[in-house]
Structures are given as structure tokens and as C-alpha cells.
């Protein structure tokens, strides 16, 4: 092939995935509902196989997740709702704190000769226009639960021929094995990810928990769920869960405390993200950390807050498919990370 017709494929290639992403996002609503089935399916998967290996039936052990997700949910979802239904009643004193704690820095600020408006703060901090937002997020919710309920089902449809899917890539790639085995290397990839990633979520939620409740903060427990959910977002999402219960901090305990629960956060998550999490992944993910940092850019654009989530193993799924052929590994090898080979 000569360079012009290799540049003309490249420049093809590059329209294609112009087009592609540009359908994605147009289709958002419903791609969605099908990522986060295949990728739940696929974390629950190797669960269902092992209890059939233990002698469990297949449906037995199929309406047994099914009910573990079901009461999870519903777990989560009790959680959400109490304590957002506390912080709009408590929203009044809320407001009055935030006052208190800004008249405070705008009166240290007058003792070095920076003069602050009252009235700009006292117009800006209403709260009470978050009573406002409820309305809409009441609508929010049902669209929420109508959404998780298509998961829900497509999850079900998909543990449910979960042990005849290996059959049906062996009749696929029948004599290539080289590609079968590059899509089992993608479900191990991708199954290992999120097996650990919800380990060290967890941990991190129940760290998290913890240390709220040993300060006596409101909504420890929201807090520590939100840990949870936020640690699946690289880069910013542990910044994001430590911003609600620092802010309470601020409303209801002295500077220091507000401190301690920055360095309690920083501490967690920088054992459990450059600690707990390398070890336990071995090898890593293969990509490059800018990478990471563009793909939570690029999904979070393209499918929104639920893109933010599956930024990861989208782009895990991209390079591993761009490695599987030859005349595209080169783009496999600028996503990935070479520190992992030294």
C-alpha cells in the first residue's frame, strides 16, 4: 500500500469514527440503557456461572442475583430520597449558616482593607431557590426509575443466556481464534475491571462513612453512597463526593474539623487509588493516564454523566479492538500506557 492510499485510509477511518460518536450521541438515550446492561450483565455474569458450578440451578441462581440487584437498588434508591427529603426541610437553616460563615470572611477581609457588599451575599445565598429545583427533580426521578428498570430487564435477559454466549462466539469465530481470543481477553479485561473497581468503591464508601460519623456530620451514609458511585469517574469524581459533607463541615463544626475531613478524604482515596487499587489490578488497564483524562472528557460529552462512568471501560473496549488488527495497533499503542511495560 502506498503512503497516499495509506493516508486516504487513515483520513476514512477518522470520518467513520467522526460519524460514529456523532450517532452515539444522537442515539445517547437509548445507547445508554445498552451499555450499562451489557457492562452490569458482565460483572454479574462470572456470580451466576459460579453458583452453577456449585450445583446451584441455573435459574435458582438467576432469580437470586436478580433480587440481589432488585434489593440493592432499592436500598439505594430509600437512602437518596430520606436524606434529600432532610436537606430540603433543613434548607432554611442551611442558609442561615452559609450567612454566618460568609459575614465571617467578609468581616476578616475588612481587617486588611478589603471591602465587601452585604447586599451582594445576602441576594446571592438563597438556598430556598433549590425548593424550586425539587419540583423538577421529582420528574427527574421518574424518568431515573423508568430508565433503571429497562437496565433492570435487559440485565435479566442478558445473565439469562449468559452460559450459552460462550457457544455462540465459538460458532462466530470458528476457525479464528486469534479474534476469539481477543474477545475473551476484552471480557476478562472488562469483568476484572469492575469487579475491583467495585471493591475498592465500597472500601472507599465505607471509609468515607465512617469518618463522617466519627465527626458527627449529617448524612454520613449519603455521603459515603456517593463515595461509592463518584469513585467510579476517574480524575475528578473523589474531588466531587468530598465537596457536600466539607460544606456541612463548614455550617456546623471550627476550621480544623473541615481540615481533618480533607486530609481524612485525601488520605482514603490516595490509599485506595495509588495503593489498594494497583495492587490488586496487577498489570493495570493499559492506558495512558491523559488518555483517561480525555476519554472522561469525550464519553462525558457524548452520553453525559452515565459517559463520565463508563469513560474507562469504553475506552478499554476502543483499544482493545484497535490492537486485534494490525493496520490500527498503532493507535492501540498511543492509548496505552508504556510505564506498565518498563
Known sequence: MTQGNRISLYLFYLSALVVIVAGLKMAAQAVIILFLSIFIASILTPLMLGLQRRGIPRVVAFLFILTLVLVTLFFLATIVANSFEGFVQNLPLYEEKLRGVVGGWSRALQEFGIEIDPNFFAESLDLRSFVAL???????????????????????????????????LERIY???????????LFGHTL?????IKSFTSMLTGVAVTLALLAFGIQYAVLWGVLAFLLNFIPVIGSLLAAI???????????????????????????????????????????????????????????????????????????KIALDSHPDTRWVGILLSNMGDES
Open 134 to 168: 425539587s419540583g423538577r427533580a421529582a420528574g427527574n426521578v421518574t424518568i431515573f426509575l423508568s430508565k433503571a428498570l429497562l437496565v433492570i430487564i435487559g440485565v435479566a435477559f442478558l445473565l439469562f443466556e449468559a452460559p450459552y454466549f460462550h457457544q455462540k
Open 174 to 184: 470458528a476457525g479464528r481464534p486469534e479474534a476469539l481470543k481477543n474477545f475473551e
Open 191 to 195: 469483568q476484572k475491571y469492575f469487579s
Open 244 to 318: 457536600p459533607p466539607l460544606l456541612l463541615a463548614l455550617f456546623y463544626k471550627d476550621l480544623s474539623v473541615v481540615l481533618w475531613l480533607a486530609a481524612l478524604y485525601v488520605l482514603i482515596n490516595t490509599l485506595v487509588s495509588n495503593v489498594i487499587e494497583p495492587k490488586i489490578m496487577g498489570d493495570g488497564l493499559g492506558l495512558s493516564p491523559a488518555v483517561i483524562f480525555f476519554s472522561l472528557i469525550l464519553w462525558g460529552w457524548v452520553f453525559g454523566t452515565v459517559g463520565m462512568f463508563l469513560a474507562v471501560p469504553l475506552t478499554m473496549t476502543l
